[in-house]
């Protein structure tokens, strides 16, 4: 198991930024791709981000190109999600997940094995 865990999340105004936070608890990301999805109420989980397991391959949701920004700090068993400017409809429960795939950036939910609890985001215009 690779428990995950994540945090940063929080009320911001549009056009502000946030970074969030995923970390492993139990043991290290090593070898794990990470990714970012992010769900609302009633709507699917979708994609938003993945980075493989060396930082060296990175992927992005056409909707976060340019204003989410994904990177990993493998001594410290952490990866971040820095998100710019946040419109309101970035407003979701945002999961991090890792994968065995570690050497690509996988881009379906079942893809992944690991997956934290979420942390809210919230974006108020």
């Known amino acids: 198991q690779v428990p995950l865990v994540e945090s940063g999340g929080g009320l911001v105004l549009a056009g502000g930024s946030l970074r969030l936070s995923c970390t492993a608890s139990?043991?290290?990301?090593?070898?794990?791709?990470v990714g970012w999805f992010r769900q609302v109420p009633g709507q699917e989980r979708e994609f938003v981000a993945a980075?493989?397991?060396?930082?060296?391959?990175?992927q992005y949701a056409d909707s976060v190109k340019g204003r989410f920004t994904i990177s990993r700090d493998n001594a410290r068993s952490l990866v971040y999600l820095q998100m710019n400017s946040l419109k309101s409809e970035d407003t979701a429960v945002y999961h991090c997940?890792?994968?065995?795939?570690?050497?690509?950036?996988?881009?379906?939910?079942?893809?992944?094995?690991?997956w934290g609890q979420g942390t809210q985001v919230t974006v108020s215009s």
């Open positions: 139990a043991r290290t990301f090593r070898g794990y791709a």
């Open positions: 980075i493989s397991w060396t930082g060296g391959r990175t």
């Open positions: 997940a890792a994968s065995v795939a570690g050497w690509g950036t996988p881009l379906l939910r079942e893809e992944y094995d690991h």
